[in-house]
């Protein structure tokens, strides 16, 4: 048996419609914002062909090896000593020059950090380079 409704008792149904276009409105609208965002970086001068610095001037080179260690002018520096090493050659030679060299397979966040410290004790501009 089927079963009787007043006519005063309608069923009620939601209506879907203002909800979709308050979704849509709002799916433009981070799209058109996110277009507008400027994502922080590391800017990197690369030099064509490497960095080269005069015969007379000393420089600082931070070579990233691949195995995550660092040789800074030939000696082996961990990553907590990199910093503090880095001061104590720029300030025994003010007027050296800083670079980078990165092996093929080292890790991104490794150059992040020598380039970091190079930052940190005073060069604006770091060469990036990569073993050939």
Do not use: C, W
């Amino acid at each position: 048996m089927k079963r009787f409704t007043p006519a005063h008792e309608e069923e009620s149904a939601i209506n879907l419609t203002p909800m979709l276009d308050v979704v849509f409105i709002m799916l433009i609208f981070f799209v058109v914002t996110a277009s507008f965002l400027k994502e922080a970086g590391l800017p990197v001068a690369l030099p064509a062909g490497g960095f080269a610095l005069p015969d007379d001037v000393e420089s600082i080179t931070v070579v990233v090896e691949a195995d995550r260690s660092f040789r800074v002018n030939g000696r082996v520096v961990t990553r907590g000593n990199l910093l503090p090493y880095l001061y104590a050659l720029r300030g025994q030679n003010p007027e050296a020059g800083f670079g980078v060299v990165v092996a093929r397979d080292s890790k991104v966040d490794d150059l992040v950090t020598a380039a970091d410290a190079g930052r940190a004790i005073g060069f604006d501009t770091i060469p990036i380079t990569r073993f050939q």
